[in-house]
Structures are given as structure tokens and as C-alpha cells.
């Protein structure tokens, strides 16, 4: 078992001071502070040959990473539609070996019928209208483009 450790209550008070949501799962809490798990695959990639780290940056800014200010990876893959990531996952899976098959939770909702905002509701999306979600989104991405426009490219 997990014994917390005597800086854990002043790194969940800096967060909480900086608007981060505090999760009170003590696994979470030990692990999503870890900005190398999203490393590691990326990192991967590059030692394989796939893509440069260059390539890689600008695939996560430009797509599901410039949704990550507004969004969770479940309100995305919920509102892309569940049944575009489980065939995301058997081409992947076709590719790259079991390791990338579809995982169980998202096959049974999709086979269930809940492919999202599409139809039946997600993983954090529920089934009705998504008009609001949707007006959300389009407003929250369009600003973030203009942001990014009048910022320019990061000085690297």
C-alpha cells in the first residue's frame, strides 16, 4: 500500500492554487503528476523510425493536443465517435500487434451501441442533444486558433 509522503499535502495545496483538478485516487494521485507517460510512446516512435520528434510535436499540437485545454481524452474520443477509434485501434492492431488492439471498455460500449455524441452517449458524454457541447467546442477551438495565430511559433 501507498503511505503518503510528507510533501504530498503541500503538492496538492500548489495545485490546487494553480486550478489543477485534484483527483483523490491515491493511485492517481502518486502517477498523473508524471508528464513521462505521454513521453514514452512518443519517444518510441522516434526510436523506431516512425516519425522525427518534430513530426511528432506538431501531430500532438495540432490535433488531439490542442483539444487538451478544453478536453479529457474521453470527451474527445467521445465526441469523434467511438466507433472511429475502435477501427483506429484495428488498423492499429493490424499493424502493430495485439498490444494495440482495441481495448475491451471501448469495444463493449461501441458494440452496445454507444458510439458518443454520435449516438447513446460515451464515456463522460451523455446520450441527448450535443447541440451545446458542440457550440462549446467550435467556440473554444476557434479562439485557441486565434490565440495560437496571434502568438505565432514557439521560438525553438
Avoid at 469495444?107 to 463522460?124: A, I, P, R, S
Amino acid at each position: 500500500m501507498h503511505e503518503p509522503t510528507a510533501t504530498q499535502p503541500t503538492a496538492r495545496k500548489l495545485r490546487h492554487q494553480q486550478g489543477a483538478a485534484h483527483l483523490l485516487t491515491r493511485r492517481f494521485d502518486r502517477e498523473l503528476h508524471r508528464h513521462a507517460l505521454p513521453f514514452h510512446p512518443a519517444i518510441t516512435l522516434v526510436e523506431e523510425g516512425v516519425a522525427t520528434a518534430q513530426d511528432i510535436d506538431t501531430v500532438v499540437r495540432t490535433t488531439f493536443g490542442f483539444r487538451l485545454p478544453f478536453f479529457g481524452p474521453f470527451a474527445i474520443a467521445d465526441m469523434a465517435g467511438l466507433d472511429v477509434y475502435k477501427d483506429c485501434f484495428a488498423t492499429f492492431e493490424k499493424h502493430y500487434g495485439p498490444r494495440m488492439a482495441s481495448p475491451a471498455m471501448l469495444t463493449e460500449l461501441v458494440d452496445d451501441g454507444h458510439l458518443g455524441v454520435k449516438k447513446g452517449g460515451g464515456f463522460v458524454v451523455p446520450a441527448g442533444d450535443p447541440a451545446a457541447l458542440v457550440a462549446y467546442r467550435n467556440t473554444a477551438y476557434a479562439r485557441l486558433a486565434q490565440l495560437l495565430d496571434d502568438l505565432g511559433p514557439a521560438p525553438l
